[in-house]
């Protein structure tokens, strides 16, 4: 059987078909917004044009912040799902950039019992896709076993097989497959989603993060800030379990801790973690108590580097 070499002209005619069928597919998705939103600029004529364009995102976080938005037979939320099926992953990422508005308006809106379904299409479509992504395997990590001596401390108590063993710590379960959306499964697949745009949270504009740490401020406290004005309105607080508020967590601690320059970022970032950990004290989360106080505590470590000391450096006055 031969292979093709990825400097031999196969490949690099494979490469240029692949190139050209995804252009020729962001193309498509580009003129079927146009019939959606009131104006696309000349210069959006890209993937990447589509998801940083301004204008673009404006447009559309506004059609989905609209009352009658969400439901079944809304253009926009068609023409997202049917966008996140391209074959293109930056037609992919165009619509992981708004899903802090659309898990946002979702999760507040459950209580006015209105048809949802368009969301909730989206929703699911992103939970299918890391379902069959994961193949069945949870998302974990490797946590150090502190019984078992190392360079940094030595064990307490004696250890009798030298062999150390793998310690995981299951950050995402195994996801089962669903194609409806349950209030018992809600949480899950509104938290898949949040895991998925997380992944992928390094490509998303700074004004996408802004989004997911004002709906992050209104699931905790229920008060919604109204555009253009300086007056605000109560709604009803949602519930927060742990597959909501830890991918919230994860998602605000790139905001804070991460590597960007943008200080308001930061500000809705560090106001939703406390109104975030004040709703932990007021439903007497453990959990969540020990969560948020970690976040703001590596916060407040980030901003005073007297708080931010390594302690297996070795300090010069002990340096031989």
């Known amino acids: 059987m031969s292979s093709s070499n990825p400097g031999s002209p196969s490949a690099t005619a494979t490469s240029s078909s692949s190139a050209s069928s995804f252009s020729s597919k962001a193309h498509s998705c580009i003129q079927a917004l146009s019939s959606i939103l ?78 949802l379904a368009g969301f909730e299409a989206i929703l699911l479509a992103l939970y299918a896709h890391e379902t069959t992504a994961r193949d069945g395997q949870p998302i974990s990590v490797n946590v150090p076993d502190l019984t078992q001596p190392s360079i940094y401390h030595e064990a307490k108590s004696s250890v009798k097989n030298q062999a150390t063993e793998l310690n995981l710590a299951v950050i995402s379960p195994t996801l089962e497959p669903h194609g409806t959306m349950r209030s018992s499964r809600r949480a899950r697949i509104v938290g898949v989603a949040l895991e998925l745009y997380y992944s992928k949270i390094s490509q998303m504009p700074v004004s996408s993060k802004l989004e997911f740490c004002e709906f992050c401020d209104i699931w905790a406290t229920g008060i919604q800030n109204k555009p253009s004005s300086s007056s605000s309105s109560k709604q009803k607080t949602i519930l927060l379990p742990w597959e909501l508020l830890q991918p919230s967590l994860r998602i605000l601690g790139h905001c804070l801790l991460g590597a960007h320059e943008s200080k308001k970022l930061y500000e809705a970032a560090s106001m939703a973690t406390k109104s975030l950990y004040e709703r932990s004290l007021h439903d007497i989360d453990a959990k969540a108590i020990l969560a948020t106080s970690s976040l703001l505590r590596l916060e407040k470590m980030a901003l005073d580097p007297k708080l931010n000391v390594d302690h297996t450096e070795i300090g010069m006055s002990l340096a031989l």
């Open 38 to 115: 009131s104006t696309v600029p000349s210069s959006v004529s890209s993937s990447s044009s589509l998801l940083h364009d301004p204008t673009i995102s404006s447009q559309i976080s506004t059609i989905l912040r609209d009352p009658d938005s969400g439901s079944g037979d809304n253009n926009l939320c068609r023409w997202l799902y049917d966008t996140f099926h391209s074959p293109d992953p930056e037609l992919k990422l165009v619509v992981l950039r708004f899903v802090p508005i659309i898990a946002g308006i979702y999760l507040s809106r459950i209580a006015l019992r209105k048809s």
